[in-house]
């Protein structure tokens, strides 16, 4: 409820099995989706801030084309109302793509729904984030759901 007071809805983020750990120099990459440019721009500027690199897609030929690249990224931030595919359909393709199936996967998206929650945990989501959010708490989640430190930050809705 105080999360609700704040304008927050949900924050989920599994924590993987493991730990994981980078090689010197070694950076994680994690795949922005979302339509709005701005948003875009500021989770590309927090996840740099953050030691990560930031690649963007706003539309379904974006989203394959960064998911053609010979890197896959270690993880997929992905919006649920996109201009012309649907996030939980992409999700669903990326579990069922076998290079792409172990890819964490957050969404983070204004559907709040709990229906919505449900809907995107049975696809596979290692998270679930809704807008408006504030950047700490989703680098907090990023974070756990990578296995990182600094990825226990504040209890969960």
Do not use: C
């Not at 963007?56 to 201009?83: F, H």
């Not at 998270?127 to 930050?153: M, N, Q, R, S």
């Amino acid at each position: 409820s105080s999360l609700q007071q704040q304008g927050y809805y949900v924050r989920i983020a599994r924590r993987p099995a493991a730990r994981r750990e980078l090689k010197d120099g070694q950076r994680f990459v994690v795949l922005v989706v979302d339509d709005d440019p701005d948003l875009s721009k500021l989770l590309r500027t927090y996840l740099m801030l953050e030691g990560f690199i930031a690649h963007t897609a706003a539309n379904r030929d974006e989203i394959v084309a960064a998911l053609r690249q010979p890197s896959k990224p270690d993880l997929v931030l992905l919006d649920v109302q996109l201009p012309d595919a649907d996030g939980f359909d992409v999700l669903v393709k990326i579990r069922q793509h076998p290079a792409l199936k172990a890819v964490p996967v957050i969404m983070l998206t204004g559907e709040a729904t709990r229906e919505a929650v449900l809907k995107g945990l049975r696809a596979g989501v290692d998270g679930y984030v809704t807008k408006p959010f504030e950047p700490d708490l989703l680098i907090t989640a990023v974070k756990a759901v990578l296995g990182l430190p600094g990825g226990t930050g504040r209890k969960s809705a």
